[in-house]
């Protein structure tokens, strides 16, 4: 246990959240809590900052006295996490350690999970330091699952939903909604939440349990980190069985091609979709055909899948050292030109290995909707949700298809090749309330997900993503003339876009986060146009206003992106 004043903690790891011999003062911090100093170091190493004090809570009333503490010294707090973000929800790039900011770590001691099975969906209730591997093998243990996740298992369920988390699943033709499953993001499986809040009659933050039923709710549930939420109760539907089917041998061309023509039936996304409602699409560069995974509900194990009762399931992509990836990165850096050779590189490699193994599996849910692990290739990558109908998905994915290559050529005409990894499509359901099993219950109000109730027939997301390594000459640029192109394309005549709160957006032709009339105009635009005054951007950041007066929860970033000013 750490004295009032003084912490001193020696150097005893090489890893990422390296802890400093230090000694520095906190103020009249509480004298019980644990706190060390640690260097924080985001997913894409884009955010390196070392020696910011963070604390350990081992107890609700220990987060309130480090909150209450924060206020009355004007300090900030921000849970941190596993750090697996693009964006700088938690802390700028390239900046010292802010004087007044503490992070908090909730993964040692928040992470009870308690599940209560009932009809017609199950409870589990959990606290939001656990991981979502640990959240759904105690799920699986119990018969329980979701219908989809995000793929790495080592994000703390509070990052999850913080951001409005997802994976990648709409129904397929003919598949009912089981009770319990959710197509959305996992926020829209929330039914409460326990948020710490300011108190007006007391002046201090407490803790309140929010239902899901109150509009008050509603910011909550994807907040963006301008909350502390400690617990959450989920529902969960009986679990699934799933195969996965890994195709190597059609082209973009056909899988994004926009066609009209039923006798052929060409195998696009919809097609798949319609045929089993989860895909993904990975292309890489100047290559001609992608890694398409296609999941599908299957109770017994086809003759020619492999059965698997573990998680990640592609080594070959899965095993890749910070080294390698630095090594990758720096000749990249020396010569852009062998990008081409490096994309076709990839997709040879990947459809190799998958020939050998793993191309088709089968078994509990958790094992299939889990296959990212931090020791993956450490890019950078903007994101975008396109709201549409489902009828419109060829259509998004073509324009995009067309575009993203089209921006590759006019580049490598002059000699340039800013983007060094694949494109990434999904496509979810939205945050409906009709798939919650509590009546009357409130749309996320900050989900990229949330319906547009003047557009009822846009029931589905197109998931946009393009990655490439952070220090990649002319990314910016590129990836500026792509957003503008996207928001000037989905502009709510048949499609509308929102920003993947995680990733890369509002670019400048320097860096992401940047340009201000995406952040000031189009971002706030996006949650405003077709919602209800009392649950639209402008009463969403009012609400957060209240339960944060002092923004004692919030980045630089959000501090822009939430001032009232974003109207």
Known sequence: MHSLHTNKKENTSSSENITIKQTDELIN????????????????????????????????????????????????????????????????AKEDAPKNLILMDLQPHFTQVTIEQSSPASIVTAQTGV????????????????????????????????????????????????????????????????????????????????????????PLLTHLGSALILEVQLQ???????????????????????????????????????????????????????????????????????????PYNYPFSDNISDLVSGILEACLDVEPALTPILGQFQYFYTDLLLSTSRKDIWGWSKNLLLYVKPTTLRVTANGYAILTRRADIQRVLNVFY????????????????????????????????????????????????????????WDVAVWLDILTFPITQYAHQFLRKFEQWLFKEFNGTYAAARVEWSKGWAYSENAAWEDEDIIKNNIPASFNEGQPVDNNWTAVISLLNTYDPHHIFRSPLLEKLLSVDSQ
Request: glycine share 6%.
């Open 402 to 457: 067309r575009q993203w290559r089209t921006l590759l050529g006019e580049f490598a005409v002059d000699g340039e090749f800013p983007i060094n990894g694949p494109i990434e499509v999904r496509v979810t359901g939205l945050d409906t309330s009709s798939e919650v099993i509590d009546k009357n219950a409130v749309a996320p109000g900050l989900s990229p997900l949330r319906p547009r109730p003047d557009e009822p027939e």
């Open 236 to 310: 969960a539907g009986k679990n699934q069985h799933l195969r996965c089917e890994s195709i190597t041998d059609i082209s973009a061309a056909e899988l994004f091609a926009f066609s009209q023509d039923k006798e052929n039936k060409p195998q696009t996304v919809s097609h798949f979709l319609d045929k089993s409602g989860r895909v993904e699409v990975i292309l890489f560069p100047f290559t001609p055909k992608p890694w398409l995974k296609v999941w599908s509900i299957a109770p017994e194990k086809p003759d020619s899948s492999v059965e698997v009762t573990e």
């Open 29 to 92: 911090f509480p004298q019980d809590v644990k706190w060390e100093y640690r260097n924080f170091n985001n997913w894409s190493h884009e955010i390196k900052i070392d020696q910011v004090p963070c604390c350990i809570p081992e107890s609700v009333e220990q987060v309130l006295a480090v909150v209450n503490w924060a206020w009355q010294q004007n300090y900030k707090v921000r849970p941190i996490g596993q750090s697996h973000n693009w964006s700088p929800l938690i802390l700028n």
């Open 131 to 218: 991981l979502m591997e640990a959240l759904m093998t105690q799920m699986e243990a119990h018969g329980l699952g979701f219908t989809a996740t995000p793929a790495p298992g080592d994000l703390t369920l509070g990052g999850v939903l913080a951001i409005g988390g997802h994976g990648t699943a709409i129904n397929a033709r003919g598949e009912d909604n089981e009770p319990g499953h959710t197509y959305g993001s996992l926020s829209n499986a929330i039914l409460s939440l326990s948020a710490v809040v300011w108190d007006k009659e007391r002046q201090q933050y407490i803790l309140k349990v929010f239902k899901r039923t109150e509009l008050s709710c509603a």
